[in-house]
């Protein structure tokens, strides 16, 4: 079998169950900072799930440890990245270290998407997609999306190759709704 080899930076918190479930049939090089997090997943697919226990906010040590997960298993097919805003260049050099991959990008509620996606240098061969998460209004309440939800989203924005997808629904959008009300 010809497995992808996809990337999953973030991939031992709350995506821990999408890194897990892609391990199953795929190649997977997980970064996180948590040894005993990346001690769990890595168990469950311990031939196909590849730990890099680095800090993706340290350039240097991440530019290290993308180019020996590539030149160990050829480069990446699918990266998909939760990089917080305000990580310096890591999301850059994730692009960087995956020249022809497509690429999930995980942005939080508050981000704009535009202006996310303008900061970085993309080159022609790379697909470039985003998943912001979002929130879940339930009758008058607000909470957090669960990971399970996070997962699910994901994985659906992968298989219908969505360029965006919200998961939950915005602040912004809510108060906009309500107004019209």
């Given at each position: 079998m010809n497995r992808k080899h996809i990337l999953v930076v973030g991939g031992t918190g709350m995506l821990a169950e999408l890194t897990s479930y892609l391990?199953?049939?795929?190649?997977?090089?997980?970064?996180?900072?948590?040894?005993?997090k990346m001690a769990s997943i890595v168990q469950r697919n311990p031939d196909t799930c590849h730990p890099l226990i680095v800090d993706y906010r340290e350039e240097e040590a991440l530019s290290n440890a993308l180019q020996y997960a590539v030149k160990q298993r050829g480069p990446f097919?699918?990266?998909?990245?939760?990089?917080?805003r305000g990580?310096?260049?890591?999301?850059?050099?994730?692009?960087?270290h995956s020249e022809t991959a497509e690429v999930i990008?995980?942005?939080?509620?508050?981000?704009?998407?535009?202006?996310?996606?303008?900061?970085l240098c993309l080159?022609?061969?790379?697909?470039y997609r985003q998943v912001q998460l979002g929130e879940m209004h339930e009758l008058a309440s607000v909470r957090w999306l669960t990971?399970?939800?996070?997962?699910?989203?994901?994985?659906?924005?992968?298989?219908n190759q969505d360029d965006y997808r919200l998961i939950g629904t915005r602040k912004d959008d809510v108060d906009v709704h309500s107004r019209n009300d």
């Open positions: 391990a199953i049939e795929q190649d997977v090089t997980v970064i996180g900072r948590d040894k005993v097919d699918r990266v998909i990245a939760w990089v917080h990580s310096g260049s890591a999301m850059q050099l994730i692009l960087d990008h995980i942005l939080g509620g508050r981000a704009n998407p535009e202006n996310e996606k303008k900061c080159n022609e061969q790379q697909t990971h399970d939800e996070i997962v699910k989203g994901v994985l659906d924005a992968i298989q």
